[in-house]
């Protein structure tokens, strides 16, 4: 096992009792409630939905339970409508009606060559989903169209600055104190 997948299993591990009712990455813990939602990015490809009603791509995520942090709200909304199990980093974006953009680990390496299996509990809201090159997406097939430039500029930074990396790598590591 790389030090990396150690790094994350451990912190799924101590996540359910150190951190709070979601995994999320320590130092990077973040109190807001909102509607919020996950970029995970792997081999410079983002994990989008396909949203059943209308077609339209977007990320996973959605509205928070009562009480719920945002970033429990993102880890819960990716692990039903994706079934990936994820490690909730950084908040990167707010979008303008308010949705709450995290950076997110899987917690486990995925096969970004092929869709991922819709699990059960997401077919009501999403008809497929699938890695996308930030390259092959356009405003038409967005969801949200009027937030697309946004989310763009933000997978881009995200690509380039490392937090595409997961959280245990050396461009993602946290100083030791």
Same mark, same amino acid.
């Given at each position: 096992?790389?030090?990396?997948?150690?790094? @994350?299993?451990?912190?799924?591990?101590?996540?359910?009792?150190?951190?709070? %009712? #979601?995994?999320?990455?320590?130092?990077?813990?973040?109190?807001?409630? +909102?509607? +919020? !939602?996950?970029?995970?990015?792997? %081999?410079?490809?983002?994990?989008?939905?396909? =949203?059943?009603?209308? !077609?339209?791509?977007?990320?996973?995520?959605?509205?928070?339970?009562?009480?719920?942090?945002? /970033? #429990?709200?993102?880890?819960?909304?990716?692990?039903?409508?994706?079934? @990936?199990?994820?490690?909730?980093?950084?908040?990167?974006?707010?979008?303008?009606?308010? *949705? =709450?953009?995290?950076?997110? =680990?899987?917690?486990?390496?995925? %096969?970004?060559?092929? +869709?991922?299996?819709?699990?059960?509990?997401?077919? +009501?809201?999403?008809?497929?989903?699938?890695?996308?090159?930030?390259?092959?997406?356009?405003?038409?097939?967005?969801? *949200?169209?009027? /937030? *697309?430039?946004? *989310?763009?500029?933000?997978?881009? /930074?995200?690509?380039?600055?490392?937090?595409?990396? %997961?959280?245990?790598?050396?461009? !993602?590591?946290?100083?030791?104190?």
């Amino acid at each position: 096992m790389t030090s990396k997948r150690l790094l @994350v299993a451990t912190l799924l591990l101590l996540s359910t009792h150190a951190l709070a %009712d #979601c995994p999320r990455v320590p130092g990077e813990e973040d109190d807001r409630r +909102a509607n +919020a !939602g996950c970029l995970i990015i792997q %081999d410079d490809k983002v994990l989008l939905l396909t =949203h059943r009603w209308g !077609g339209k791509l977007g990320v996973p995520g959605g509205t928070l339970e009562e009480g719920e942090l945002a /970033q #429990c709200t993102a880890w819960r909304e990716t692990a039903e409508e994706t079934g @990936v199990a994820v490690i909730v980093g950084e908040r990167l974006a707010v979008m303008t009606n308010g *949705f =709450h953009l995290y950076r997110c =680990h899987p917690s486990q390496m995925l %096969d970004t060559s092929r +869709a991922v299996p819709l699990p059960r509990s997401a077919v +009501a809201e999403v008809s497929a989903i699938g890695w996308y090159p930030l390259e092959a997406l356009t405003r038409e097939r967005w969801r *949200f169209y009027y /937030q *697309f430039d946004k *989310f763009m500029e933000v997978a881009r /930074q995200a690509m380039r600055s490392g937090t595409a990396s %997961d959280p245990g790598s050396a461009s !993602g590591e946290r100083p030791v104190k």
